[in-house]
């Protein structure tokens, strides 16, 4: 199983990224997904979640800035992450379950102007 994140940059405040979580190995379609940051000297916090069934859950600090989502054709998923923020700035993971726990590689997001 392999997971692989991308779409991280630097972006303005304000602004948008979308990162993407390409799978191998497991199908993201009918897994159990989440989305993770880490910032500098801070602990991996949950961002956003997406259950098997489609149900989503997101942290205080993104609800109705960031959407998760996923492509069962493409096996792919993804965090729509709008009104970015210079605190938003972490490296991002993606995870997902079936029968266990996988992660992705991160991927860098700065928000800085």
């Known amino acids: 199983v392999q997971l692989q994140a991308s779409g991280g940059g630097l972006v303005q405040p304000g602004g948008s990224l979308r990162l993407s979580c390409a799978a191998s190995g497991i199908l993201l379609g009918v897994s159990h997904m989440e989305w993770y940051r880490q910032a500098p000297g801070n602990q991996r916090e949950l961002v956003a979640a997406?259950?098997?069934?489609?149900?989503?859950n997101y942290a205080d600090s993104v609800k109705d800035r960031f959407t998760i989502s996923r492509d069962g054709a493409k096996n792919m998923g993804y965090l729509q992450m709008n009104s970015l923020k210079p605190e938003d700035t972490a490296v991002y993971y993606c995870?997902?379950?079936?029968?266990?726990?996988?992660w992705g590689q991160g991927t860098q997001v700065t928000v800085s102007s």
């Open positions: 995870y997902a379950v079936f029968l266990r726990g996988y």
């Open positions: 997406i259950t098997s069934g489609g149900s989503t």
